[in-house]
């Protein structure tokens, strides 16, 4: 399995930027589909954006279009998630994952690694 490690979350004013990095190692991610997830205080986790092996091709949720962009370095071994125009409701634990198929990419089954999380605090 590949170990993920995200950083970069924090606080930030409506309206600011913050991008999201996942560090892997122990595998090159070359092999690997990335997403991002995320979960905030009482509800479940959900998919917010994801990327095939090559970058290629990338989705997002409806609530993240426009505003996020999902990138990766696969010589640098690292998956970004550039975050503007953020608004207090994507207030949440950012999770950044990892699989080997594109099917069924909005949900968390099939990520077979995850990294622990990073908070983002948007105030009004």
């Known amino acids: 399995q590949v170990q993920l490690v995200e950083s970069g979350g924090g606080l930030v004013q409506a309206g600011g930027s913050l991008r999201l990095s996942c560090a892997a190692s122990?595998?090159?991610?070359?092999?690997?589909?990335m997403g991002w997830f995320r979960q905030a205080p009482g509800k479940e986790r959900e998919f917010v954006s994801a990327?095939?092996?090559?970058?290629?091709?990338?989705d997002y949720a409806d609530f993240v279009k426009g505003r996020f962009t999902i990138s990766r370095d696969n010589v640098k071994n690292t998956v970004y998630l550039q975050m503007d125009s953020l608004k207090p409701d994507d207030t949440a634990v950012y999770y950044c994952?990892?699989?080997?198929?594109?099917?069924?990419?909005?949900?968390?089954?099939?990520?077979?690694?995850w990294g622990q999380g990073t908070q983002v605090t948007v105030s009004s």
């Open positions: 994952a990892g699989r080997y198929s594109y099917f069924d990419i909005v949900t968390t089954t099939g990520f077979s690694s």
């Open positions: 990327i095939n092996w090559s970058g290629s091709r990338t």
């Open positions: 122990g595998r090159t991610i070359s092999s690997y589909v």
